[in-house]
């Protein structure tokens, strides 16, 4: 089993960037690949960006490429989401979840509690 715990979410203005944590633990070792999703208000969950756990490769979703970097510290078991020009339409909670299988698209095992992201106009 793996446990995954976000942090770093907060108020921000637009134009603004703020820096996710998410804190995985457990067994870390059969993790292939990490992901943020993100919600907001009356909307469906939406992908964010993955990375693998071991290569570092990245996949991003088209509304955050340039503006998003996602990134992995496998030594302290923690993977980041760096988000910089914010948005109000981007104001969500953001999920950290993993996945131990390569193949299966958006379908992750195991997900964090979520942050909240508002952002201001």
């Known amino acids: 089993q793996v446990q995954l715990v976000e942090s770093g979410g907060g108020l921000v203005q637009a134009g603004g960037s703020l820096r996710l944590s998410c804190a995985a633990s457990?067994?870390?070792?059969?993790?292939?690949?990490l992901a943020w999703f993100r919600q907001g208000p009356g909307k469906e969950r939406e992908f964010v960006a993955a990375?693998?756990?071991?290569?570092?490769?990245?996949n991003y979703a088209d509304s955050v490429k340039g503006r998003f970097t996602i990134s992995r510290d496998n030594a302290k078991n923690t993977m980041y989401l760096q988000m910089n020009s914010l948005e109000p339409e981007e104001t969500a909670v953001y999920y950290c979840?993993?996945?131990?299988?390569?193949?299966?698209?958006?379908?992750?095992?195991?997900w964090g509690q979520g942050t909240q992201v508002t952002v201001s106009s």
């Open positions: 979840a993993a996945r131990v299988r390569p193949q299966g698209g958006d379908k992750y095992d195991y």
């Open positions: 990375i693998t756990w071991l290569g570092g490769s990245t």
């Open positions: 457990g067994r870390t070792f059969s993790i292939y690949g």
